[in-house]
């Protein structure tokens, strides 16, 4: 299946402005002993350096993060990020709902060039930015959907969907079963509360199979959850 066309929006600001209020952290030799899952080559550190820096350009203007939160881009954002990198498959197609700044979606799809991404976000002025980082850092394998997850069906199935600061457990799974494919799943950034054991209960009348992808390394992160359709009887 071809990928769907990017739905571009220009900017309800006009032209996105340069100046930022707040400096993201800059990528340390400290932040690679996090990536077990991943390596990073210098071509790639820079792109994502360079994207941080759009962050914090345009995170204002785009509603996009606090600025705490764009002064710890790296720790918080970037590198959390990709922990979902453990759970992408070899090859096919990724969906990343309620995208928002691009988080998973965009660090994923510059380590993962063997694989599309399609950014899924109903918001104009969030949908203008993606646009705008993956024309300046040239992401060929990613593009945008402007619109709500339950009204992109028709551009699925996808084997993977990844979902971050999106919806509860149980309702992530409900709204993003009908885009993934038989054999598909969903990787859901759980919050720093998760307990598998109890969220398996909320989730078992729905039927999907809850895994533990990546675990939270510090006290605010919680895990990367694996769920996937249940296996027949």
Known sequence: MGSPRSARAPSPHGTWSSAGTSR???????????????????????????????????????????????????????????????????????????????????????TRPDLRFVLLEPKRRRVAFLELVIDELRLSNASVHQARVEESEAIGPFDVITARAFAPPAASWERCRPLLTDEGWLLYFAGAAWKIDTERGSLANLGPRAEICAGGEFPWQGPVVMMKRALPA
């Open 24 to 110: 993201p952290s800059e990528f340390h030799v400290k932040h690679s002993t996090r990536l077990s899952n991943v390596e990073l080559s210098p071509s790639q550190i820079d792109q994502l350096q360079r994207y941080a820096q759009l962050l914090a350009a345009h995170s204002e203007s785009a509603g996009l993060m606090a600025p705490s939160d764009v002064e710890r881009v790296w720790e918080r954002h970037i590198l959390d990020s990709l922990r979902a990198g453990c759970g992408l498959p070899t090859e096919g197609r990724c969906a990343d709902v309620g995208s928002g700044a691009g988080l998973p979606g965009i660090p994923l799809a510059m």
